[in-house]
């Protein structure tokens, strides 16, 4: 086991987004979910700064100007990126966004698609605020699992590509910390110049 004090400390925003979850109607999965993930997936010292709010297109955008002010390298959502007249996610995301990354969105709808048609009707967005990369990801856990770290064939080897292994490199690419991650759950992509020696 690695020293985690030889990697970069990071602070990442992790932000629910549902009506019901944040009225206390029902428990609220994607928070849990986001950061089991992410603590498995990377090796660097996390700090978490969750958010758990509803539907309300002006709130996620303020909850997410809040969360790169704070010093989010990263900060990933959930909920509200379907049809429905309540999802308004993406629109809250590209409302405070710098620069669009659309290779993200269309790279889990790619995934999903492997699992059910309805994959198109997601609206998923990623998007540059500053420093920091902002992800749309899906509402239930199991496909934030499988849109951030993909498929693996039955003898493990990657079938499709999880948005995941692209993260670490794009946040090098716009000055952020220099991201870890353990292999066994997504192994990061970096041209070879990109890579640095372990310290």
């Known amino acids: 086991m690695s020293d985690p004090s030889t990697f970069d ?18 428990e609220d999965k994607g928070l849990p979910a986001l950061q089991d993930w992410l ?33 989010c390298s990263l ?18 995301t590209l ?4 620069k669009e990354m659309p290779g993200f969105g269309e790279q889990m709808r ?10 198109i009707l997601s609206r998923q967005v990623a ?24 498929l693996r064939n039955p ?3 990657q079938a499709v590509p999880g948005i995941f292994a692209a993260v670490p490199y794009c946040i090098d690419l716009i000055g952020g910390p220099y991201l870890e991650t353990d292999d066994s759950v997504c192994k990061a992509f970096r041209p ?5 020696a372990p310290k």
């Open 192 to 196: 070879k110049s990109a890579i640095r």
């Open 127 to 150: 998007v540059i605020r500053h420093q920091s990369l902002i992800i749309n990801l899906p509402g239930q856990p199991k496909s934030i699992a499988e849109t951030l770290e993909g």
């Open 39 to 71: 603590q498995r997936a990377l090796r660097n010292p996390i700090t978490f700064a969750s958010r758990l709010i509803p539907d309300e297109k002006e709130g996620i955008s303020a909850a997410l100007v809040e969360l790169v002010d704070a010093g």
């Open 110 to 119: 790619q995934i999903s698609l492997r699992f059910v048609p309805t994959a």
């Open 155 to 157: 003898d493990g080897t």
């Open 9 to 26: 400390p990071v602070r990442i925003g992790i932000v629910s987004i549902s009506d019901r979850a944040s009225s206390g109607v029902y």
């Open 75 to 92: 900060v990933l959502t959930t909920g509200g990126t379907g049809p429905a007249l309540r999802d308004v996610t993406p629109e809250a």
């Open 95 to 98: 409302a405070v966004a710098h």
